[in-house]
């Protein structure tokens, strides 16, 4: 082979791929082989060029990954994992120790300012558009016992004799209190511990701002495996500002975060949006203009900046475990679109209940463009899913959600097309239906539907499978498709015509009735109502078993989590069809028919389970259930 052309097929040829290893016991001078490990995971990142992969050996590192770059194609990715059958652990926290007692049950530790570095916690209050500090001041930093996070009070008082908040959902739990103030030189931190000695317990608090986050937009590609990930000290993650989660995409392009365990972040634990540059906080720093002109604002700014398929999105976030986050799971403004969001067990976010604000929920999105969400279990979150702004071509399928006690599911001025289909909603309100333009099928819903049209907002929607927007429209209502659901009421239905009925701008009840009145029509068919459900007054055909109760129960089992309901007999009489983008049409403000993301045509041909439904399917979300008492796995 002649040496030129041996010379250039060495140069195209891509170099071999490395792994860096990173253990506890290494050293960052070494090179990170098997045998010379790194010590820390920052390291690491410094080295990993496109194509590598750092594993990650058990132990603790307590650490703010911040990747310089990322890969350059799905097959040319930077991949973050732990090390094969180990679980290595990474903390925003720093270890606390020489308390000393200054009441009963009251004890003091002096942290010095240097702990911190440039950001300190405890200095830094959390505040942002839309969010609510309920009178008091919130620090974005933690203090947590034996890996349980306390509960921040503004008054000295309030940790020498605690009273339990009953607002939040461990009364007990919040009288485990803690405040802090700081000086020029040092932090000091005041917690009540009850029995406990802490210098003989895990006494941890935040230090660092995000756990896994770049510092600028565009570093794609990225895989984070395997990991346990907790304790970041974010701030909140409004829509109009940069969204720091405890692990953050910053706007960028590609990443899978899978097979992790996430908790513990001040705000999210996990953010698939915004940058700074399109805006930050801008209602708060101009509340001249009204929120959503503002967030129209961003939109265009961001669409100037390079929002597309091409440069955003297209995450894969599967397989995780996700909690204890007090805004909220999954976050993202724009930067969520094309994504797959799948497989996830969502629990326990908005628990102390400390502050509120606007942008809280299990997983809220703004533009979910073309996101799948699919196959997750959420519960105790206060507000399960968020869609809010520009959910079109937004599919939401055979999710478990029950025990949201805001509601499980809330489409915010949304001109669609999106499909809801195959979802089990068990919480005391399902549906909060702010929107147009949707497709509800073969959902079990066991609570009530809320319907709101939202006239003082105009909001995009977008050329098809696309960011670039199409025009802007307020919302009236209505619009919507609901084919081969279960309703199921509290009890017999009230006669018809009372007060409630007389065109309400914003009711709720069991059933689609409370869509009597919207100015746009329903489209229906095939649904079944039980226990008092109510059907939409034009529609035609519906099966009405006023007698006949499920009562769905949730019964969990350790990893495992069933439904016992009970169904009549005689489903399979309802008179249903196969949900298909030919039947679905073509919603009345985008003008764009419901089919997959890829453009092909859709047709919800399997059920909750997988299973594949026939022309004539059975109603609700499990095809060919049976009747009676019923015990199905759902988890």
Known sequence: MPRRIALFLALALPLAAREFHVSPNGNDSNSGSASQPLKTISAAAQLAQPGDAITIHAGTYRERITPPRGGTSDAARITYQAAPGERPVIKGSELVQGWKPFAPQGWKATVPNSVFGAYNPYKDLINGDWFTSKGRPHHTGDVYLNGKSLWETHLLENVLHPKPDTVGRDPEGSTWTWFAEADDANTYIYANFHDKVPNRELVEINVRDAIFYPAAPGIDYITIRGLILRHAATQWAAPTAEQIGLIGTHMGKGWIIENNTISDSRCACISLGKDRKTGHNVWNNDPRKDGATHYNEVILRALANGWSKENTGGHLVRNNEISHCEQGGIVGSLGAVFSTITGNHIHHFWFKRQFTGAEMAGIKLHGAIDVTISRNRIHNTGRGLWMDWMA??????????????????????????????????????????????????????????????????????????????????????????????????????????????????????????VYNHREYPLFTGGNVYLNGARPYAKESPAQNLPSANPNPLIVEEGERVYLRLSLPSGLDQAATRLVTTALLGQTKIAGLPFENADGSSLAINADFTGATRGPSPTPGPFEKPGSGELRLKVW
Do not use: C
């Not at 809330?410 to 549906?431: I, Y």
């Open 392 to 513: 079109q071509g937004t599919r939401i399928d055979s999710n478990l959600l029950y025990d949201n006690d805001t509601e499980d599911l809330f489409v915010e001025v949304d001109h669609g097309p999106f499909v809801v289909a195959n979802n089990v909603m068990l919480s005391p309100l399902n549906l909060n239906d702010m929107s147009q333009g949707g497709a509800y099928a073969h959902n079990l819903m066991a609570g009530r539907v809320l319907s709101r049209p939202e006239p003082t907002r105009s909001t995009p929607y977008h050329k098809p499978h696309s960011t670039t927007t199409a025009g802007l429209f307020s919302i009236a209502g209505g619009d919507d498709r609901f084919y081969n659901n279960l309703f199921a009421g509290n009890g017999p239905a009230p006669q018809s015509g009372t007060r409630e009925d007389q065109n309400p701008l914003r009711y709720g009840g069991y059933g689609l009735w």
